[in-house]
């Protein structure tokens, strides 16, 4: 999860400044204008949220069936090559 904060930064620049490219200069503090940016980037922000309210949930609990249970599938993730690349191209989308 390293970097997601400044990845989705990323993510909210290129967002506004193509909207604000297809959009008239004087347009550029329109509230219309501004909404349509904002639900954009919305799935994308409230997706990482869940992630790392998620993570945030499973690592910082110390019941010992779910930390087996979290090291066996960290572990299944880990050893599945096509699974772990897809969970990184689509944290380094967002």
Do not use: S
């Not at 930064?9 to 503090?29: H, K, Q, S, T, Y």
């Not at 909404?35 to 010992?64: I, S, T």
């Amino acid at each position: 999860l390293a970097g997601q904060g400044v990845n989705l930064g990323f993510g909210d620049v290129a967002e506004l400044a193509g909207i604000l490219v297809a959009e008239a200069p004087v347009r550029c503090g329109d509230p219309d204008v501004l909404r349509r940016y904002e639900r954009a980037r919305r799935e994308p922000v409230y997706l990482m949220q869940g992630v790392c309210h998620g993570l945030q949930k499973l690592f910082n609990n110390h019941d010992p069936i779910l930390k087996t249970m979290r090291n066996f599938g960290l572990g299944l993730t880990n050893q599945a090559g096509w699974l772990k690349r897809q969970l990184i191209r689509q944290a380094e989308k967002h």
